[in-house]
């Protein structure tokens, strides 16, 4: 009879043993998909066009972005994230931020220097984060 017993508790705690895994296994994937992803990538910008001109991420994301110039100098602007960069020829720049705020956001080339550069526009698209 005490085997009997003893072999019942080493079956029910092998099977709490599994669910308390398996729920932890369940916890830690939620966790998971809640965590913020990190994007990097490649802006290139010639006369007059970003590439991508869209860049999509979700609330929360990390962004690095290398800008880099193909032809004159440029700008990469995002007012409402307070990003001014400016990058040269052969000059690539890194930066990077928190995409904070779900929205959509231009971002555009402010430089004067060439009448061309008021057109070099783009959109930084931040969706909410699903639950």
Do not use: N
């Not at 930066?95 to 526009?121: H, I, M, N, Q, V």
């Amino acid at each position: 009879m005490a085997f009997r017993s003893a072999t019942r508790r080493t079956a029910s705690m092998g099977l709490l043993l599994a669910l308390a895994a398996a729920g932890a296994w369940a916890v830690s994937s939620l966790a998971t998909a809640q965590e913020p992803a990190h994007h990097e990538l490649t802006v290139t910008v010639r006369k007059y066009a970003f590439s991508p001109a869209r860049i999509d991420v979700v609330k929360g994301d990390y962004v690095k972005v290398t800008l880099i110039a193909q032809d004159i100098p440029h700008s990469f602007v995002i007012d409402e994230y307070r990003i001014a960069k400016r990058v040269a020829p052969g000059k690539p720049i890194t930066f990077e931020f928190r995409a904070d705020r779900p929205g959509t956001f231009a971002f555009y080339c402010d430089l004067s220097s060439d009448e061309g550069c008021k057109d070099t526009r783009g959109h930084l698209v931040v969706a909410a984060r699903q639950p």
